[in-house]
């Protein structure tokens, strides 16, 4: 039987599924587990959140869509408010599947939209830090490991999210959830190179300022002008040396 | 809470939200292949990749919802940049997280 993904060398895949068993793996799981208790209180049942975070697969989205559940929205805004939500995955996705090197594997469509459904930024910070470390064809079987052990997670969170809310003490959820957002700070702040160094805090400190003016299109908007504003110092820097 | 929409009018609403976050991941898929692996666009996108991932992480930090809201802005913050000074002075990842995360804990529980 033909492989459904390319894994050439199981190391570097069991190296990624290792690696997300760990503060990865528990930080999103964390972070479902909260998106659970939002689902729940907006009045999903079980299965619609699985179903929501299995294919949404991307918080903002996710919290956007229970948000306007719970108030009652209609379906065309809820369908506008987790499309502009979730805008920024096209070019997390690209930016991913560059990192990857995906076309030299010359995959066909449906299996790299398959790859890169499951790429959440949990999973494309990891290989944004892990690709200088690792051979550029082995990172593509990291990623498979690791991707698809956080979606696991994920799912896990969300299942266990659903029903330990009665069980487990507010204050301990809320320290997880803290996880996510201070692991991905620190794996992006930590990159190699210097142009993703100043995107990373031109894009954090804009979009703090942006937030009140302009609400969710800050995250659009910092993003254009914090890179850009880092290509544009990167190519200054480039001219002057 | 009175939830308003019937059994297929609330799978309608996941379809939706299913549909709306394909488009873009789809549509990452096929612009990725039609553009150049090492030009200045792909550059581009890279870095804006990078300041929108910041600035999603940091609206969940500074304008939460759910359970982290209810924690103070100024502990967030605070345990944030914990979790930084450690980083720059150790150098190491996982020492970095562990020390952060203890201090928030300490921090919301305690204060």
């Known amino acids: ?241 | 809470m009175e939830v308003e929409y019937t059994f297929l009018q609330s799978w309608a609403a996941v379809a939706l939200a299913c549909i709306a976050t394909l488009i873009w991941r789809l549509m990452g898929v096929f612009f990725y292949n039609k553009i150049s692996e090492n030009g200045l666009l792909i550059k581009w996108i890279n870095s804006i990749a990078y300041s929108m991932v910041s600035a999603v992480m940091m609206m969940i930090l500074i304008y939460p919802t759910g359970a982290l809201a209810t924690t103070l802005t100024e502990h967030r913050i605070l345990g944030l940049i914990i979790g930084l000074s450690v980083m720059l002075i150790f150098k190491n990842l996982v020492s970095a997280i562990l020390i952060s995360l203890i201090s928030f804990g300490v921090i919301v529980t305690y204060f």
């Open chain 1, 1 to 241: 039987m033909r492989q459904l993904l390319p894994i050439i060398d199981k190391n570097f895949y069991i190296k990624g599924i290792l690696n997300a068993i760990n503060v990865p793996g528990f930080a999103l799981g964390s972070t479902m587990i909260g998106f659970s208790v939002i689902a729940k209180e907006a009045g999903f049942d079980i299965w619609m959140v699985l179903a929501t975070t299995a294919s949404v697969w991307g918080m903002p989205g996710q919290v956007a869509f229970a948000s306007l559940y719970a108030v009652g929205s209609s379906l065309v805004l809820i369908f506008i408010a987790v499309t502009l939500a979730n805008m920024r995955m096209m070019l997390m996705v690209i930016s991913g599947a560059n990192i990857l090197k995906i076309k030299k594997y010359n995959l066909p469509f449906w299996k790299q939209a398959i790859l890169l459904h499951v790429m959440a930024i949990t999973s494309w910070a990891q290989i944004g830090y892990m690709k200088d470390k690792i051979d550029e064809e082995k990172l593509l079987n990291y990623y498979i490991g690791f991707s698809f052990t956080i979606f696991t997670f994920g799912m896990l969170g969300t299942f266990i999210g659903f029903y330990i809310n009665n069980y487990v003490s507010s204050n301990l959820i809320r320290i997880f959830i803290f996880l996510t957002p201070l692991y991905i700070l620190l794996l992006i702040i930590n990159s190699k190179e210097n142009i993703h160094k100043v995107s990373v805090i031109f894009g954090g400190l804009i979009s703090i300022v942006l937030y009140p003016l302009i609400g969710n299109w800050c995250i659009l908007f910092s993003g254009i002008l914090g890179g850009s504003f880092a290509i544009l110092i990167n190519s200054l820097k480039k001219r002057i040396t």
